[in-house]
């Protein structure tokens, strides 16, 4: 079969990948969404060739880039080219606002939540929510870019420059856990390895923020909220975050729809790559 590799380079994940689909007899290709173009009643398209497209990163781009680039994934799709995740997860996954209402709407539990756009609406909600709050961007990964407010003076200024460049206030309320959360890796209606990421000196858990990760053996209750946090987000393939709080509650609090495995893999033992690869050639509703 042939697999195109979506992404913004060629960097470990798109190199595992390869490494996977050659192994199992695949003839894999790292493409660049930047690069790709279309046509329309005409016999070229870059993506025509190929039997099944997994989507590993999307790069930054204007709203016309990224907008072109989920089209074609659309237009993959509906020529019946499987394409994993299905663009319309990654159209929910990738915006903080559009998942978490998914997840609430469903009646899984994720932290207290406000998305504004104007400074004073934001400085109210930062109250209500306890003057406590983590600001997110409203697209973004691993971490980057969230910072914790507690400080009044410091978030009205915060969200007096988010408001005067044009940008989206997602904020949430703070919850104390015990310094570590679960990233649980859902494939195909199934938890194939889940790690929990322990904060080193930052309040945030995320590996490449500096948390480390040790194995985790998930309880029913664990298993079947991630499973059901993917699914309600229409992800085959995720990473789901939860977060225990203080009252022994557990939040979701992301499901990425395209979740890395560099420290996962290793620390579980599971090759994630050759997982993902399998399930797309051999499981995936779609696949031939």
């Not at 009643?41 to 990224?66: H, K």
């Not at 997602?170 to 390895?193: E, N, T």
């Not at 997982?275 to 797309?280: A, I, K, P, R, S």
Request: aromatic residues 6%.
């Amino acid at each position: 079969m042939r697999i195109a590799i979506l992404s913004g380079g060629s960097g470990w994940h798109v190199q595992d990948v390869l490494r996977a689909a050659h192994e199992l007899g695949h003839d894999a290709q790292a493409i660049d969404f930047r690069a790709l173009s279309a046509s329309v009643n005409a016999t070229t398209n870059p993506l025509a060739s190929f039997d099944a497209i997994l989507v590993r990163t999307m790069p930054a781009g204007s709203l016309e880039q990224v907008v072109f680039r989920m089209d074609l994934l659309h237009e993959s799709a509906a020529r019946g080219v499987p394409v994993l995740n299905p663009p319309r997860a990654v159209e929910v996954c990738v915006d903080k606002y559009l998942t978490t209402a998914r997840l609430a709407r469903a009646g899984i539990a994720t932290p207290p939540t406000v998305v504004c756009q104007k400074s004073e609406v934001a400085m109210t909600a930062f109250t209500e929510l306890g003057g406590d709050v983590v600001l997110k961007p409203l697209f973004g990964a691993e971490g980057r870019g969230m910072c914790r407010l507690t400080d009044s003076e410091t978030a009205w200024r915060t969200f007096r420059v988010l408001e005067q460049t044009g940008q989206v206030i997602y904020l949430q309320q703070f919850v104390r856990h015990p310094g570590w959360d679960i990233r649980a890796f859902v494939l195909g209606g199934r938890v194939i390895a889940s790690m929990r990421r322990v904060a080193g000196n930052d309040w945030r858990t995320n590996v490449a923020q500096g948390g480390t990760a040790e194995r985790a053996s998930l309880s029913v209750e664990e298993e079947r909220l991630a499973i059901r946090a993917a699914e309600v987000v229409g992800c085959p393939v995720a990473g789901v975050d939860l977060l225990p709080g203080p009252g022994g509650e557990l939040f979701v609090i992301e499901v990425n729809a395209v979740p890395g495995w560099k420290a996962l893999a290793p620390t579980c033992g599971v090759d994630v790559a050759k997982e993902v690869v399998q399930f797309l050639t051999r499981e995936y509703p779609s696949c031939p």
